[in-house]
């Protein structure tokens, strides 16, 4: 990539501890705001399954464990874009009003990319852009169509850890033990009453216990058992109240049996992508323009992640899906056979450059 890029003329790889991501600029001939591109650059732990002549054949290691590698998310296309559209601009570039930062983020899938990116000053240094977009390739939407979610669009992706203390002992004698799995049923249970009763019911959240482990046999009462899960939530007042909850809730539970104080855990993960809405409105003549009106769709808010959101909280941003979806075959994201409509990469290309000019110029330049 930071090959292919530094061979398009006009543009500069900035320099910078970006890891193995890459920042460069296109400096307009024109004087103008500076707009930001994303594009994810990772791959999965998969193996490929497409039976494409081109499909990846690399192994790597992840945990001790040989895996595959493969672009399951559509990584490929959206770097492939984000090519395109540089060499787009780079064609009119003495017309440009401003300058473009295009951003290859690393390590989106494990929510690390972005914040890296934005630890090393990636908007400093008079690189801090009026707006940043990106997309994401969707295999729901059917090649030719864009999605689009004004306001609160993924979920903040949040866990917690439980560690529910208890006193263990002979099974047949549990008067004698304060039994942790009694409890970590009981806290299960309860954990769903915090969104049915406590939240908000014009707000979204979930909560759900992933893994639940204690105890050896089945004879004994364990001295303690562990609990993971995660927390979506949409709106930040949300997910604080829920933060807040969790410990308020196991702790209560664990004191009402006598069992020893337990360890709550709840960490903050990926915020939620916040789509501005100025320039979601701004941006959707332009789409409707390229795409034909009714190929423009909204979408409601899901509770998946997604790391741009990071910048989208320091830059506003928008983030739309790009429809991959072929109508003879079920697809979907994450898995070995997913294999997108490449015909999206050049209506991608299309659109971004477009949305890109419209920030610079104001509407009525666009060409
Ligand atoms: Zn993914
Ligand atoms: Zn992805």
């Not at 992640?305 to 983030?319: H, I, K, M, S």
Request: proline residues 8%; aromatic residues 6%; glycine residues 12%.
């Amino acid at each position: 990539m930071r090959e292919r890029l530094a061979a398009i003329p006009g543009i500069e790889i900035v320099p910078g501890d970006w890891g193995t991501g890459i920042v460069a600029r296109l400096a307009g001939g024109r004087p103008g705001p500076t707009v930001a591109y994303r594009s994810d650059m990772d791959a999965l732990p998969i193996r490929e399954e497409t039976g494409l002549p081109f499909a990846c054949v690399r192994t790597d290691t992840l945990d001790g464990r040989a895996v595959g590698v493969m672009h399951a998310c559509g990584h490929d296309f959206h770097m492939a874009i984000l090519l395109g559209v540089a060499a787009v601009l780079s064609e009119v570039r003495e017309r440009l009003p401003g300058s473009v930062l295009f951003l290859l983020e690393p390590a989106e899938e494990i929510g690390a990319g972005a914040r890296m990116l934005l630890e090393a000053g990636v908007f400093e240094e008079g690189r801090e852009p009026a707006a940043i977009f990106a997309t994401h390739v969707h295999p729901s939407l059917p090649v030719g169509r864009i999605g689009y979610c004004p306001g609160y669009a993924t979920g903040n992706v949040d866990t917690f850890r439980l560690r529910i203390a208890g006193v263990g002992g002979h099974g047949a004698y549990p008067h004698e033990t304060v039994d942790p799995v009694v409890l970590a049923a009981r806290t299960v249970l309860a954990l769903q009453t915090l969104v049915s009763r406590e939240i908000d019911t014009a707000k979204q959240a979930v909560v759900s216990v992933g893994s639940i482990h204690g105890g050896t046999k089945s004879n004994v009462i364990p001295d303690e058992v562990v609990l993971t899960g995660t927390i979506r939530t949409l709106d930040p007042a949300v997910r604080d109240q829920i933060h807040g909850a969790i410990p308020r809730l196991v702790t209560g539970i664990a004191a009402s049996a006598g069992a020893p104080e337990p360890e709550t855990r709840t960490s903050y993960g990926t915020p939620s992508l916040y789509n501005d809405p100025e320039v979601v409105t701004r941006s959707l003549p332009v789409l409707r323009r390229v795409l034909g009106e009714e190929n423009v769709v909204a979408y409601d808010p899901a509770m998946g992640g997604e790391d741009f959101a990071r910048f989208a909280t320091v830059v506003p941003g928008f983030l739309f899906r790009l429809g991959v979806g072929r109508p003879d075959r079920e697809m979907a994201l994450h898995r070995a056979s997913f294999d997108p409509d490449e015909r999206a990469i050049p209506l991608g290309m299309r659109v971004v450059a477009e949305l890109l000019w419209e920030h610079l110029a104001g509407p009525d330049t666009a060409e």
